[in-house]
């Protein structure tokens, strides 16, 4: 993979987290994501993990206290 894509990924996994969480309108566990769809495009955990926390600092989505992933 070459450095030019790396932006392009971690755009297109951004897209994909906040589509996922706005689809399903419930908490949702990394787990549970992760094995409900990110098999399916090709996220390794790392990169859906390190994508999660980018947003939870951008405000964009929020943990619960269960640790669940939620829309803000």
């Known amino acids: 993979m070459s450095i030019d894509t790396l932006p392009q990924q971690?755009?297109?996994t951004t897209s994909w987290l906040?589509?996922?969480l706005?689809?399903?309108q419930t908490p949702m566990s990394?787990?549970?994501l992760e094995a409900r769809f990110a098999d399916q495009q090709g996220l390794s955990h790392r990169t859906l993990k390190e994508t999660a926390w980018k947003?939870?600092?951008e405000?964009?989505?929020q943990f619960t206290s269960s640790w669940?992933?939620?829309i803000c």
Do not use: P, S, T
């Open 18 to 20: 906040l589509k996922r």
């Open 55 to 57: 947003l939870v600092e």
């Open 68 to 70: 669940d992933l939620e």
């Open 30 to 32: 990394l787990q549970e």
């Open 10 to 12: 971690a755009e297109q």
């Open 59 to 61: 405000g964009k989505i």
């Open 22 to 24: 706005h689809e399903h």
